[in-house]
């Protein structure tokens, strides 16, 4: 059966519309002894019967035709000699066309022969089935004034499909023939538009459901019909009691299982959930529908009153008794039981309400606001607020006094009663403070002497960059909304499932400044960072690093002096710590880290984080600081502490190591025996000097990644084999930052991925490439083909790219 409302989806019968004598499309006899139509048998009506055919016998269902192909056939008579004709042997000529419902006629595709010009729906005076035993098979036939339209299709389905779908199109005709649901629809128009007494009213809305429910035809258009006639009956009708509303949510209920309700009726429910949220149809009515919303919705930007319904739909959970265990309730139900949920778009649109939900809460305060300090400024504490003008819509209720002008001295702060008071602006419901903190901080920031290149970093240490801090007083019911949709945020980072996804969505800091700055928003948002650098998968962890160079992340506005930290920096140690254990070990990774926290690095590492104190000595081993007053205020940091000493101490083991390694001398190549470990190859580079060592073969052993941390000490290293190795992606990378002048690399038979193959890119001195039964991509193979100069030999067989 065809389904897909195409009179061409049938791909059975496109080519064989004379398969046999049973489908022959002539107008003359046909035999008696061949068996009954399939499908609908009871459509047998004469010429002239006006009889709507809503439902088969079999109870079938069908698409709305828009278009299709289709035999036709015009008899330009009078119909008093209609029947005389069709029972006679005379062979009519038949013309394939393929055929458009248009909103207001029938035309074809190819607009000749019968179909020369639209046939349309206004001429039609009767629409019929033609079904006693010599009429053609599967044909519908449409007259008109002068003649007779017959359309022959290719079964007994597609004849039905054709006929309900053009009883639906045609609408009123010159005759006033209407089709049953036409009918039913101007009946219940004229009166629900006239509601004298509302219990017919109500008997009339059931009813007009129920017509619409047991149509043959099933397209969002029969349905939606009603639901946008009751939508304006309740647009007109606005002085309805309660009862009555909930009469009519109940009445249209089956109407919304498999239907979005249209935007007047989602702002009717918004109402009655503000108003009744309580009320037992929000339970037992409203859940399916936001249900339904949630799985299948594809975009609130088109239809941004679900969204808002939806919104409104979980405020009114959480007006129950049981609050927010209801909502997490309802959150399980759209996960569902299983680990994976079945439904790719709930978290999008859950995400999407939550977002829009929080902006709600700002939403007044961020549209009259013209001049308010930007993220960045708000966390590096760069202008002061009162440099800045205030908002023109804003009205200050109390002058602010003057600033104190900064020292230069380390002297105490001033006594707290000579500190400004704080300054309160109302912005209608919403109520501004800027807390000035006038304490030490604003003090021992100091300009570099002339001719130095780096300022004091232990002074660094003790400034916190946000010297004002920016609070918004909201009323209470935003802060509950606020404090609703924050929790949602906390309950989808529960989902293993869901994480990655999250992650990503939440990755660009979609949120306004004011509500960063909000401490119940900013405490439940801090457990959704945690969960991310909590979680082993890179997918998530790296969304905590910044969407792109220049703008901030989660990375940054949880580091000390951060505009959200709140914990002096424990999640921003958690963090870095996810981040170097898993591919984030580099050069690039730990340069960032010195040019923009460096100062919140010393400051933990003082306070004895391991993390940190691990930071600073890579940042030594790798010699990623140049200045040598820096490197010695690190050493200070690292010596201050137990543990910082303990590691300093074996960063200098390390580096004697490292010297004797790489003194001149030892073998120029060297092939470990099959079935060496990553321990194998860390105590035979310890035993001696290889620093000309420039030809490696580790074919056919058994070491991994973690080896890489010794290769990468090998500094005359050119030409490196792991055919046939368990090396992968996370030392593929580490290569690729420390052995710039590595000329040949034999990666065949090994794990790595495109992921890692992406970072041979610097590499510019390679020249030969083995690649051969790798997971390398077509892509990956074209992209470092155009960014490898040198690289003359390469083996990619076995590959996607071969």
Avoid at 101 to 117: H, I, K, Q, R, V
Avoid at 290 to 315: A, S, W
Avoid at 403 to 411: G, I
Avoid at 481 to 494: E, H, N, Q, T, W
Wanted: charged share 20%; hydrophobic share 35%.
């Amino acid at each position: 059966m065809d389904f897909n409302g195409s009179g061409g989806g049938n791909e059975l019968h496109n080519n064989q519309f004379y398969p046999s004598e049973e489908s022959k499309p002539l107008l003359g006899e046909m035999s008696a002894q061949q068996p009954p139509p399939e499908g609908n048998n009871n459509h047998k009506a004469g010429p002239c019967s006006k009889r709507s055919l809503l439902h088969s016998s079999s109870g079938m269902r069908y698409k709305l035709l828009q278009e299709g192909d289709i035999q036709v056939c015009v008899v330009k008579h009078p119909r008093t000699f209609l029947s005389k004709l069709l029972t006679s042997k005379f062979l009519r000529r038949w013309e394939p066309h393929h055929l458009t419902l248009t909103d207001s006629s029938l035309m074809s595709a190819t607009p000749t022969g019968y179909m020369e010009a639209p046939l349309s729906y206004s001429t039609i005076e009767d629409l019929q089935l033609l079904s006693w035993d010599n009429a053609p098979k599967y044909c519908v036939q449409l007259s008109f004034p002068g003649g007779t339209v017959l359309l022959q299709a290719a079964n007994s389905y597609l004849r039905d499909q054709w006929f309900h779908s053009i009883q639906w199109k045609a609408g009123v005709c010159n005759l006033g023939y209407l089709t049953h649901l036409q009918k039913k629809i101007y009946k219940y128009r004229k009166v629900l538009n006239n509601p004298s007494r509302w219990d017919v009213v109500l008997k009339e809305i059931r009813a007009l459901v129920d017509m619409a429910l047991t149509s043959p035809l099933q397209d969002e258009s029969i349905h939606q019909a009603p639901l946008h006639i009751i939508s304006t009956l309740l647009a007109e009708n606005s002085n309805l009691s309660a009862q009555d509303h909930e009469n009519i949510i109940v009445a249209i209920a089956p109407l919304l299982e498999n239907n979005h309700p249209p935007p007047d009726l989602c702002e009717f429910f918004c109402k009655h959930c503000r108003e009744r949220p309580r009320s037992m149809v929000v339970i037992e009515v409203f859940t399916p529908v936001v249900q339904r919303i949630l799985k299948h919705n594809m975009d609130f930007g088109k239809c941004p009153r679900l969204r808002l319904f939806t919104q409104e739909y979980i405020l009114a959970l959480n007006e129950l008794n049981a609050g927010m265990e209801v909502v997490k309730k309802f959150i399980q139900s759209m996960h569902g039981p299983t680990g994976q949920c079945p439904h790719p778009r709930v978290l999008p649109n859950l995400v999407a309400v939550c977002l829009a939900a929080i902006y709600s809460c700002y939403e007044e305060f961020i549209n009259s606001r013209d001049n308010s300090p930007s993220l960045k400024e708000i966390r590096n504490g760069c202008q002061q607020q009162s440099e800045r003008k205030p908002p023109m819509p804003l009205r200050l209720l109390r002058p602010e006094p003057p600033t104190p002008p900064p020292t230069t001295t380390l002297s105490p702060a001033p006594a707290l009663p000579l500190s400004p008071p704080p300054s309160i602006v109302n912005s209608s419901e919403i109520l501004v403070e800027l807390e000035r903190n006038n304490n030490t901080t604003n003090t021992l920031r100091k300009t570099p002497a002339e001719g130095d290149s780096e300022p004091n970093l232990i002074d660094c240490l003790l400034v916190s960059p946000a010297l004002n801090a920016l609070s918004i007083q909201l009323p209470a019911h935003a802060d509950r909304v606020l404090g609703c949709f924050a929790l949602i945020l906390k309950m989808l980072s529960d989902y293993d499932d869901w994480r990655p996804a999250l992650a990503s969505l939440l990755q660009p800091i979609p949120f306004p400044k004011e509500a960063l700055a909000h401490a119940k928003f900013t405490k439940e948002l801090k457990y959704v960072i945690q969960r991310f650098a909590e979680d082993p998968r890179q997918e998530v962890h790296s969304c905590l690093l910044s969407v792109r160079s220049g703008k901030d992340g989660w990375f940054q506005l949880y580091s000390p002096g951060g505009v959200a930290c709140d914990d002096d920096g424990e999640l921003f140690a958690s963090m870095v710590h996810i981040l170097m254990g898993s591919c984030y070990k580099t050069k690039k990774f730990l340069l960032s880290l010195a040019e923009n926290k460096l100062g919140p690095c010393m400051l933990l590492a003082l306070r004895g984080n391991q993390t940190m104190v691990e930071i600073l000595c890579l940042m030594l081993e790798y010699n990623i600081i140049e200045n040598k007053d820096t490197q010695l205020q690190i050493i200070s940091t690292l010596e201050s502490t137990q543990v910082g000493l303990r590691m300093y101490e074996q960063l200098c083991d390390r580096q004697r190591e490292l010297k004797e390694l790489q003194r001149k001398g030892g073998p120029t190549r060297l092939t470990l025996p099959s079935k060496s470990t990553d321990a194998d190859l860390a105590r035979l580079l310890s035993s001696g000097s290889f620093g000309n060592l420039e030809n490696l073969s580790l074919a056919f052993t058994n070491v991994t990644s973690a080896c890489a941390e010794q290769l990468i000490k090998l500094p005359s290293l050119k030409q490196l084999n792991l055919w046939s190795t368990q090396f992968g992606d996370a030392g593929l990378r580490l290569l690729s930052e420390h052995l710039a002048c590595l000329q040949v690399l034999n990666l065949c038979e090994t794990p790595v991925t495109d992921a890692g193959l992406l970072s041979l890119s610097s590499m510019k001195s390679l020249c030969s490439l083995n690649m051969n039964s790798t997971k390398l991509t077509a892509d990956t193979y074209e992209d470092l083909k155009a960014k490898l100069p040198n690289l003359k030999e390469v083996d990619v067989r076995y590959t996607e790219a071969w």
